[in-house]
């Protein structure tokens, strides 16, 4: 077991080690990782590590101490809700992270139903079957029941929205509907779904932490988004993460309501013990301060014409890796429209594939319903699909050859 060392080190010497400890992880920098890092440029990291660095020491549990953050926050939070149709009076807070934002919603949703006379026994969620497993998570911690619907049946991959409606009861606290589901890519029909949840008298919750600061600036350049966010009448709240494609540093995302009326069931407020009282908009009570300046910086470097610059790089990337895949004989799943993507070869397993992939150097992911390579592309992609592509050939041809686990040379570009 490591032991604290009795005597300090010289922090050059650490940091020497610290580089080289990271040699071994997996080569985002280099374009050769499809998940976990949204790689904007040498620019925008510049921007997150100095915009940090300076509220690095801040506490965002204390708005009173620390002013600065707490307009930071408010034009954070104003701006993402002017990309997503937030009505007068909408309002919302920034939380650590995808997780944490879908924690909170569900949350407030469910005080909001015990104060409206909902019944607490049998409280449920009903959502698709590829929603985010962050709402299960959520449901296990606050003991309340997921229902998790199949998918529609005409190879869409969207949710079913006739079918989630015949699942919500008089427990329901809440509907999801994701823009866009991790799995595949794909943005669920939230009009059809609001039109489920007003009949039902269901709060509405759109999970857009891929999509949120994604889709308004695709749709700026064209791309045909159906209606998503607060344009829907019935959506109640949505999660949209920063540290996707926001761009910002990592800890960074947000939760958002269409009215103050229903953010105030989100906070807690405790007096009763023998400290200071203390009011948390979120479940974190401490708040990293870097996180919310670095989220400032980055949305104010990038502006409205950065980030159309920024998705319309990356959709281009995914057009291109789509007609790269079908070349070589492999399916689209649905009909993505950022940047995620699923793709599954019709004569060899998909897992078998990504094996071969991985030994070539590349770290990217799989779904597994139906097994299919996955991939969340980033601006920096744009300089790699060919090799990526040229890797995928050479792994589909070992497995299909036979020779797939022989040792082979990874191509760096």
């Not at 344009?231 to 103050?260: I, N, W």
């Not at 919310?292 to 959709?315: F, H, P």
Request: charged content about 20%.
């Amino acid at each position: 077991m490591m032991e604290m060392p009795a005597h300090g080190r010289d922090w050059e010497d650490l940091r020497a080690e610290m580089v080289a400890r990271g040699g071994g992880d997996a080569a985002w920098r280099d374009g050769r990782t499809a998940v976990y890092v949204f790689n904007a440029g040498a620019d925008i990291s510049r921007v997150q590590h100095e915009a940090y660095g300076l509220y690095m020491a801040e506490n965002g549990l204390g708005p009173l101490a620390f002013p600065s953050l707490a307009k930071m926050e408010k034009e954070v939070i104003g701006m993402g809700l002017s990309l997503l149709h937030g009505p007068e009076g909408a309002t919302g807070a920034m939380t650590s992270g995808g997780t944490d934002s879908i924690t909170m919603a569900i949350k407030t949703a469910r005080d909001y139903a015990r104060a409206n006379g909902k019944p607490r026994e049998g409280a449920n969620i009903v959502l698709a079957q590829s929603a985010h497993l962050a709402f299960d998570k959520a449901a296990h911690l606050m003991d309340i029941e997921i229902r998790r619907v199949p998918l529609k049946e005409d190879g869409s991959y969207e949710a079913d929205p006739d079918a989630m409606g015949e699942a919500v009861d008089a427990a329901t606290i809440m509907m999801v509907g994701s823009a866009p589901n991790f799995p595949h890519g794909i943005i669920d029909p939230i009009a059809a779904l609001g039109d489920v949840a007003a009949k039902k008298n269901v709060w509405l919750h759109v999970d857009a932490c891929v999509g949120g600061y994604f889709a308004p600036f695709a749709r700026m350049n064209g791309v045909p988004v159906p209606p998503f966010d607060f344009e829907v009448p019935q959506v109640h709240s949505m999660s949209a993460d920063l540290h996707k494609y926001g761009y910002c540093a990592k800890g960074a995302s947000t939760v958002l309501f269409r009215s103050e009326d229903l953010y105030n069931y989100m906070p807690f407020d405790m007096a009763g013990w023998s400290g200071a009282p203390m009011k948390t908009p979120t479940l974190a009570g401490t708040r990293p301060g870097g996180a919310i300046s670095a989220a400032w910086a980055v949305m104010n470097t990038l502006g409205v014409d950065g980030y159309r610059e920024k998705q319309g790089l990356v959709c281009a990337t995914r057009e291109r890796m789509e007609e790269g895949v079908k070349r070589l004989g492999f399916e689209v799943l649905g009909n993505p429209m950022l940047g995620l993507m699923a793709f599954r070869h019709p004569d060899h397993h998909a897992f078998a594939i990504y094996g071969e992939i991985y030994r070539r150097g590349w770290f990217t992911s799989v779904t597994k319903e139906p097994p299919s390579l996955h991939l969340m592309l980033s601006p920096k992609h744009a300089e790699v699909v060919d090799d990526y592509l040229a890797d995928l050939e050479a792994s589909v041809k070992a497995v299909a050859g036979g020779t797939a686990g022989e040792k082979v040379e990874a191509r760096y570009s």
